[in-house]
């Protein structure tokens, strides 16, 4: 059944530009590197279901999460692909991933042993090499062996595949991206016998780096949404990428607003001339957190302010002339010759581009745009 929204306040993710900017990439990589679609984060805030569906029709052939929970969501939809959850996996769930064949990261030695597997399936897992990044993954060859050893001891457990995770590869900088390659190097050369699959390149890495880093696939994440992984990036991309994400509503109220008086709340905002006001419904219960008061959005193609104080529900925009209730206003994407971009918000609030998706929250329902 078809969801009724009554709300105009929704999020536009054309799938049309996932599936592009994953064919490019297959086009861009070398022969028989596969594509992992990491859609982690619902999708980094666009949808996993339907971004995955895009994906793999587009040529992905794996999916990378964070969580069990996230995994097994994906698991009702996909029953056959490859599932690697990327993050840390409690003991407890290891039988029911074995079940669901869903890969887990796997780091710790002693995680092994305290397993007990119940399931007629094996356990596929993936090793984390912590090269830099200082998060998950055996940081010395000694803990890659010692873990490696427990790995192959242990009935019904499989090492399907080893990885890592760059720290600067967006940098122009590339002495610490060098040490973590080298040190890369240095495990993949003491490892007893190669897995079916090692994947080390991001977004970053695969659009910048040797082609020799892709090795047997690439996880594909920010970019493809759309967006650069780096302001540097952005201007080194060896393809376009197309951004998917829109977000969209309407004016629901419009009033002249008179000089010296004020709009919202703390009266931040007084008018200096008689001007005209839109309300929009949507806020930072949405995702339109109060930092962004003082960004442009787009009605009618042109640039008007968000002034005031944004409300949890609704906010404030001065209008270049009196609107009809009903006018559409875009705070991400295009309209006419203008654009709103992601990181045109990410720059508004001084955070990164992966932010701003994933802060928008699941009361803005996500539109699908298939052609």
């Known amino acids: 059944m078809t969801t009724q929204h009554y709300r105009p306040t929704r999020a536009l993710i054309n799938l049309e530009a996932i599936k592009e900017n994953v064919r490019n990439l297959k086009n861009f990589l070398k022969p028989n590197v596969h594509i992992i679609a990491v859609v982690k984060a619902n999708a980094y805030g666009h949808g996993d279901i339907k971004v995955a569906e895009a994906a793999i029709e587009a040529g992905a052939t794996m999916l990378a999460v964070a969580t069990p929970d996230e995994a097994l969501h994906l698991r009702e939809y996909f029953p056959n692909i490859d599932i690697l959850i990327l993050g840390h996996s409690p003991i407890s769930f290891a039988t029911v991933a074995a079940e669901q064949n869903i890969i887990l990261t796997v780091f710790s030695s002693d995680w092994v042993k305290q397993l007990q597997l119940t399931s007629n399936r094996p356990l596929k897992v993936h090793m984390k090499l912590d090269t830099g990044m200082g998060r998950l993954g055996v940081t010395t060859i000694d803990e890659m062996l010692d873990l ?29 991206f060098t040490k973590q390659v080298d040190k890369l190097n240095q495990f993949i050369s003491k490892l007893p016998n190669k897995p079916r699959i090692i994947h080390v390149a991001n977004s970053a890495t695969t659009l910048m780096k040797d082609n020799t880093l892709q090795y047997d696939a690439v996880r594909f994440g920010i970019s493809m949404y759309g967006l650069a992984p780096s302001p540097y990036v952005q201007t080194k991309l060896p393809f376009p990428i197309t951004q998917s994400f829109s977000l969209e509503t309407e004016l629901v109220s419009v009033k002249l607003l008179h000089k010296g008086e004020s709009v919202g709340y703390g009266a931040t905002y007084t008018a200096d001339e008689t001007i005209y006001v839109g309300t929009i419904p949507i806020g930072y219960a949405d995702g339109l957190i109060r930092k962004l008061g003082g960004q442009e959005v787009l009605i009618d193609g042109k640039r008007a302010p968000i002034i005031g104080r944004i409300c949890m529900d ?20 295009k309209q006419n010759e203008e654009e709103v971009t992601i990181d045109e918000w990410a720059a508004k609030v ?22």
Not at 160 to 173: C, L, P
Not at 357 to 371: G, L, N, Q, S
Request: proline residues 4%.
């Open 148 to 176: 490696y050893s427990e790995i192959e001891k242990t009935n019904g457990l499989l090492l399907d595949g080893v990885f890592t995770h760059f720290a600067t590869a967006d940098e122009e900088n590339e002495s610490y």
């Open 350 to 371: 001084e955070t990164i581009n992966y932010e701003i998706p994933c802060i928008i929250t699941a009361r803005v329902p996500r539109i699908y745009i298939t052609k």
């Open 314 to 333: 609704q906010c404030m925009i001065a209008l270049p002339k009196a609107y009809n209730i009903g006018e559409k206003v875009t705070l991400i994407g």
